[in-house]
Nanobody, 120 residues
Framework: VQLQASGGGLVQPGGSLRLSCAAS????????WVWYRQAPGEQRDMVAA???????NYADSVKDRFTISKDDAKNTVYLQMNSLKSEDTAVYYC???????????????WGQGTQVTVSS
């Protein structure tokens, strides 16, 4: 199983970006998605999460600005980021909890990270 993240870049404060993360390989069931971010010298923090049933959870710092969504047919998760601030600058990582076979164990898989820089 591989997770491929994309969509990062340089954006001005107040701008928007949309991150994508696609899972590929042997996937029997995808149990949930989480976006994390890590700024230099900081710990990796949860940004947004979506369960398989569609329930969502957001860090307080991004509520009402970021939206997580998914396309089950494509095994892809998105993070729409609006009203970006300089403090949103970080490497963003996607995480998926996947069962490779029906009834198998659930394992966490990580994308490679995509840099988001918010600066004028």
């Amino acid at each position: 199983v591989q997770l491929q993240a994309s969509g990062g870049g340089l954006v001005q404060p107040g701008g928007s970006l949309r991150l994508s993360c696609a899972a590929s390989g042997s996937i029997a069931r995808l149990n949930g998605w989480v976006w994390y971010r890590q700024a230099p010298g900081e710990q990796r923090d949860m940004v947004a999460a979506m369960a398989s049933g569609g329930g969502t959870n957001y860090a307080d710092s991004v509520k009402d600005r970021f939206t997580i969504s998914k396309d089950d047919a494509k095994n892809t998760v998105y993070l729409q980021m609006n009203s970006l601030k300089s403090e949103d600058t970080a490497v963003y990582y996607c995480n998926a909890r996947i069962q490779r076979v029906v009834g198998g164990i659930r394992r966490d898989y990580w994308g490679q990270g995509t840099q988001v820089t918010v600066s004028s």
